[in-house]
């Protein structure tokens, strides 16, 4: 890693600067799914481990591909490698994933099935995520700071009742209109055992959360009020309680003007968003109100060329005037191309450098 980029100040976190309202050196970029199979030394270790599921269980090669993007790009942050389903996993329901087919889960439908879960082994199952949070913070650049991460409940809860990603999230859907009593007890025992399993990774060395709620744009107004922000307020509202200190990130996918209620009634500290958020919109009505972290269009990134380059300066100039982390509108695809990313941070750092060489010419 270069170690002479302007505005990298020894043991100053830009990203952690910006969540907390402090003047940061620059403006931090991370990327959703920075680790993962577009990197040809990530599937080398998966490779090694097996499976997904073995590399997210193995704490030396999780904490080795959590790294791994930090050695090819100038990023702010690390996230660590593991995954929202892993939670279910340690409730007890079997989990696979399948080659080019994503998660296969034995399906949670009825009370039976949600009272077979159990809470009581789980953390001690996570183990092997709280041991890889513990190396990687143990090597992590100064400057970099580590993000630990769950699903929000109501995501999960569409993978844990469809037993597979679906495109619309019917079976969850159905279950949340009709009113089931085992979709309410579904989605509180995932609220309490997010927040233990937060804290237990702020525990083990993470600095920032974030909870992604990559499904929350399928629900109605009524439901995303049930379902999306009363967990999340559960959720931020007691992880607060144990760690007040440490910055929770939303990512209510797909949310639309419900993004602006999703800040003020859940109490994130910052909120990441999708692509289809108007950049006006997100400074006039957010940024005021919070950090806002995203949104480039991971297809464009995939894309590369004139379109990659402008929309990155839509959005550098859309929302520099406030407090900005950048990041992508969803996670990495896996055949985007390496020069683009590297092409992308290049574009936003030389921005960067030439606003500070011109400031220190006329100051
Ligand atoms: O961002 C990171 O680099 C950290 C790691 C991370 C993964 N999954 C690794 C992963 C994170 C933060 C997640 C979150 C996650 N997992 C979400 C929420 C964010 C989002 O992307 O919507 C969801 C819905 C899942 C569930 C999940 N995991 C699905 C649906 C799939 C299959 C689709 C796919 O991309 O393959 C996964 C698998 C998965 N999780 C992979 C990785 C790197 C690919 C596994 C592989 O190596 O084959």
């Given at each position: 890693m270069k170690e002479t980029k302007p505005g990298r100040q020894a043991g100053r976190k830009a990203f952690l600067d910006v969540l907390k309202g402090r003047e940061s050196a620059r403006r931090p970029i991370w990327m959703m799914?920075?680790?993962?199979?577009?990197?040809p030394e990530y599937r080398d270790v998966r490779k090694q481990a097996g499976s997904f599921l073995a590399l997210c269980g193995d704490p030396k090669l999780a904490s080795e591909v959590t790294l791994q993007p930090l050695r090819r790009f100038d990023l702010d942050a690390a996230i660590i490698?593991?995954?929202?389903l892993l939670l279910p996993k340690a409730l007890g329901q079997k989990l696979e994933f399948q080659e080019g087919e994503g998660p296969v889960l034995e399906p949670v439908s009825d009370s039976s099935s949600v009272a077979a879960?159990?809470?009581?082994?789980a953390m001690a199952e996570l183990e092997p995520v709280f041991d890889a949070l513990d190396r990687v913070s143990g090597e992590l650049p100064p400057h970099v700071t580590l993000i630990g991460f769950c699903g929000a409940p109501w995501t999960v809860a569409t993978y844990m009742i469809a037993g597979h990603g679906t495109i619309d999230q019917r079976p969850a859907r159905e279950a949340a209109y009709r009113g089931e009593p085992w979709f309410e007890k579904l989605i509180d025992l995932l609220v309490e055992t997010s927040v233990e399993y937060l804290i237990r990774q702020v525990g083990a060395g993470a600095e920032v959360l974030q909870v992604f709620?990559?499904?929350?744009?399928?629900?109605s107004d009524t439901l995303y009020d049930r379902w999306c922000i009363a967990p999340t307020r559960d959720i931020v509202r007691q992880v607060k309680a144990s760690c007040p200190g440490v910055p929770i990130i939303g990512f209510p996918r797909?949310?639309?003007?419900r993004y602006q209620k999703f800040v003020s009634q859940t109490g994130v500290d910052a909120v990441s968003l999708d692509w289809s958020v108007p950049l006006d919109w997100a400074r006039q009505e957010l940024q005021p109100m919070v950090p806002v972290q995203g949104n480039l269009d991971p297809i464009v990134l995939a894309a590369g060329g004139p379109a990659l380059a402008s929309e990155t300066q839509r959005i550098l100039d859309g929302l520099s005037s406030g407090r900005h982390i950048f990041n992508l509108g969803h996670g990495i695809l896996?055949?985007?191309?390496i020069s683009h990313v590297e092409g992308l941070i290049a574009q936003i750092r030389d921005l960067e450098s030439a606003a500070s060489s011109a400031r220190s010419k006329t100051g």
């Open positions: 799914r920075q680790a993962g199979r577009y990197l490698f593991a995954d929202i879960l159990s809470s009581s082994g709620d990559t499904w929350a744009g399928v629900l797909g949310s639309g003007l896996p055949d985007t191309p």
